[in-house]
């Protein structure tokens, strides 16, 4: 059987299953599933016939839904498998259900088994990133421990469990390369694939279903695979579609007319193109609207505080942090402004010792300002981040011109080249800012804070 027969059996057994007795999902005739691997977007759901607006696509009953609560492993590990984190929980349910008498295998014979997500990327590939704060994100050192301490005791315990699943070869041998894999695999389904479903079951403190309450909280989410809805591809412009949620059904519906022919999508949020990457493994010009370029409060107070000695420097940093004043990083995104909050910690770090300690004693912080001392400040935060990247705008232009890079290359340099024109667009707005007078500011600003008028919020 060839790759394309293949392609299309899985498709005929998984649409089979979908609406047959195990999954009873009700689609709308009027849609199908289609190869769109030409275009590297895998499968995909296109209109057969014209859609109305809000016109229901699919409707999947929350039994269909493949989580921790529906699972067979939920029933015979209990809470061993529910006390853990409830990521890895789903992660093992999916590799429990690849054994051949799963009746969840058509469906996971459709998930994907290779990815382009960036905890797939080798070290080389990640260096074209070069400082985009996305790299530190990928966690996957991180996410190799908890399977290791979490998975992996659970595993060899149970082994008979998993004995016909796809990290069976890795349970004969004792290795736990196998468990790695799978554990990769099926987490980064979940990170692409997965939905957050809000619980509908009794409030907390219901007699029934009494070993859930936690869990049967409303207003609390948790992670569910739900077959046929993952099938839409996303696009940040021509969405059409949404997951309508009510307390039996999971229901996509068309959010505006879709004539004949076109795709069926979804939206995955304004997503900056770094963390659409990371999470999915592609990227399109329209998400550029939604870029940032990441700056790490350690870049910030390290120029703003570079005059304070190291105590008044850590006191300024622990106060802030209790005023929520300060995070571990801001974003700065495609309207360049500079955040007010990043504003706010450089002039804090700038007062003096004596002005500091007078507001920190009122319980106060200093308001964000643009003086020139500031935009000093800025300017060098600014000029330090952009000078992190390896290569210039002008040198990623014009590697892109050339005919030579591809694949993933193309893809980093595009990623990174977003961020570095954020970075130059704000530096040049804040050399042209308009600024307050330094003496003037320093006057007033003590005055307005001392007076209680509202502070910077930051969270
Ligand atoms: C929820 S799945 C959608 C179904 C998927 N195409 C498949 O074949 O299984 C999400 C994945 O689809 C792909 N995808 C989604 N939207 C896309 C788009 N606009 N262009 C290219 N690939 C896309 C990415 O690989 C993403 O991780």
């Not at 016939?49 to 609560?69: C, G, I, Q």
């Not at 008498?101 to 997500?117: E, G, K, Q």
């Not at 080249?417 to 600003?445: D, F, N, P, Y």
Request: aromatic share 6%; charged share 30%.
């Amino acid at each position: 059987m060839d790759l394309d027969d293949q392609f299309a059996e899985l498709n005929n057994a998984f649409t089979s299953w979908l609406t047959g007795p195990t999954c009873n999902v009700t689609l709308n005739p009027k849609i199908g599933l289609t190869d769109l691997r030409a275009s590297s977007a895998g499968r995909g759901v296109v209109a057969t016939a014209p859609l109305d607006e809000d016109e229901t696509v699919f409707s999947v009953p929350r039994s269909s839904v493949l989580s921790v609560e529906n699972s067979e492993l939920r029933q015979k590990l209990g809470e061993e498998l529910t006390s853990l984190d409830p990521w890895l929980a789903l992660i093992l349910v999916l590799i429990y259900e690849t054994r051949p008498s799963s009746p969840w295998r058509p469906y996971i014979d459709v998930l994907p088994a290779s990815f382009n997500t960036l905890m797939y990327w080798t070290n080389d590939e990640l260096s074209e990133l070069q400082a985009s704060a996305v790299v530190a994100k990928i966690g996957k050192q991180d996410a190799d421990e908890l399977f290791r301490d979490k998975l992996w005791p659970i595993v060899k315990k149970h082994a008979g469990m998993f004995s016909d699943t796809i990290i069976a070869p890795g349970l004969a041998i004792d290795a736990i390369d196998n468990l790695l894999d799978a554990a990769h695999r099926m987490g980064s389904i979940i990170m692409s694939y997965s939905f957050d479903l809000e619980v509908v079951g009794e409030k907390k403190g219901s007699d029934e279903d009494s070993d859930s309450d936690d869990e049967d909280e409303e207003g609390k989410f948790y992670k569910g695979m739900v077959p046929m809805a993952d099938m839409l591809n996303a696009d940040a412009d021509r969405n059409n579609c949404r997951l309508f949620q009510t307390p039996t059904v999971l229901e996509m519906r068309t959010t505006r007319a879709v004539p004949a022919g076109d795709e069926l999508f979804n939206d995955y949020g304004p997503l900056p193109r770094s963390d659409l990457l990371r999470r999915y493994g592609y990227i399109t010009p329209n998400y550029a609207q939604y870029d940032v370029a990441e700056i790490s409060s350690e870049l910030i107070v390290g120029i703003a505080g570079k005059a304070l000695d190291g105590s008044d420097k850590t006191e300024r940093i622990d106060y802030l942090l209790d005023e929520e004043v300060l995070d571990d990083a801001f974003d700065i995104g495609t309207d360049l402004e500079i955040p007010e909050e990043v504003l706010a910690v450089i002039a804090n770090f700038l007062l003096t010792k004596g002005e500091f300690s007078v507001l920190k004693g009122k319980g106060k912080v200093a308001k964000p300002k643009k003086t020139p001392e500031v935009a000093k400040v800025m300017e060098e935060i600014l000029e330090k981040r952009l000078g992190e990247y390896g290569t210039t705008i002008e040198d990623d232009e014009n590697i892109l011109r050339g005919e030579s890079t591809q694949g993933r290359k193309i893809i980093a340099i595009e990623v990174r080249l977003g961020e570095k024109k954020i970075l130059k667009g704000a530096l040049e707005k804040v050399r042209g800012w308009t600024l307050v007078e330094s003496a003037k500011r320093t006057h007033s600003s003590q005055v307005e804070d001392e007076r209680g008028e509202k502070r910077v919020k930051t969270r």
